[in-house]
């Protein structure tokens, strides 16, 4: 016979935050990482909408400050140009980060091989398993990338208030900077995602009498 176990889909969210739980500090570090990458993305985000609200504001002490703050103006421009190294040291930020998430997820399915293979056992489908990864990973994703995002740009606003002056306060576009926020949060739960999928299809393809058999 099929093997059929239909739980309902709030149960896997507690069974997953459970196992978040008891796994906390595993989870945090995992998280950490996250958090740190997403807040690089959003502060580099957030600099480049305050430099840009100051440089659409089109006053000429603002276009000084900006020059001398570093960033790349042209005269009568109206953006503000985001250097490629910038660009590359956000990449690598977010594929060292896509990497931990791999590894911590790796070994946590190494640590859960009684886990799983007990739930298999009592007739839990491949996609059950794989489910249950994939909350925990969108629950720590949203939790890390949301942390993440509000440092970010917490520590934007005091370093171009710092850097640029209260102006830059004044003249940036909210709206973007808000569009920056979202746009970290997406970012960093979809790394978190795409992270678990590897060690996911591990642990739905493992065969209970093998993960039973495991010392631990």
Not at 68 to 83: E, F, L
Not at 167 to 174: E, M, P, Q
């Given at each position: 016979m099929k093997r059929l176990i239909a739980l309902p889909f709030r149960k896997s969210l507690e069974i997953a935050f459970q196992s978040i739980r008891v796994r906390f500090f595993r989870s945090l570090v995992t998280t950490m990482s996250l958090v740190l990458a997403v807040a690089f993305l959003c502060y580099m985000q957030t600099c480049d909408d305050f430099a840009q609200g100051m440089l659409a504001s089109g006053d000429v002490a603002a276009y000084e400050i900006l020059v001398?703050?570093?960033?790349?103006?042209?005269?009568?421009?109206?953006?503000?140009?985001?250097?490629?190294?910038?660009?590359?040291?956000?990449?690598?930020s977010?594929?060292?980060?896509?990497?931990?998430?791999?590894?911590?997820?790796?070994?946590?399915?190494?640590?859960?091989?009684?886990?799983?293979?007990?739930?298999?056992?009592?007739?839990?489908?491949?996609?059950?398993?794989?489910?249950?990864?994939v909350l925990e990973a969108l629950m720590q994703g949203l939790a890390g990338s949301i942390t993440g995002a509000l440092l970010g740009m917490l520590t934007a606003a005091v370093s171009s208030t710092i850097t640029l002056g209260t102006?830059?306060?004044?003249?940036?576009?909210?709206p973007a900077v808000g569009y920056s926020l979202l746009l970290a949060i997406v970012t960093g739960t979809g790394l978190s995602l795409i992270g678990v999928i590897y060690p996911a299809i591990i642990a739905a393809r493992m065969q209970p009498v093998e993960a039973m058999r495991v010392d631990q």
């Open positions: 001398q703050a570093g960033y790349d103006v042209v005269p009568g421009g109206a953006n503000i140009a985001t250097s490629a190294k910038q660009r590359w040291i956000v990449i690598l977010l594929l060292v980060c896509i990497v931990g998430i791999i590894n911590a997820q790796l070994m946590s399915v190494t640590e859960r091989f009684r886990e799983i293979g007990t739930m298999k056992c009592l007739g839990a489908l491949d996609r059950f398993i794989v489910r249950l990864f102006g830059a306060v004044a003249t940036v576009s909210w």
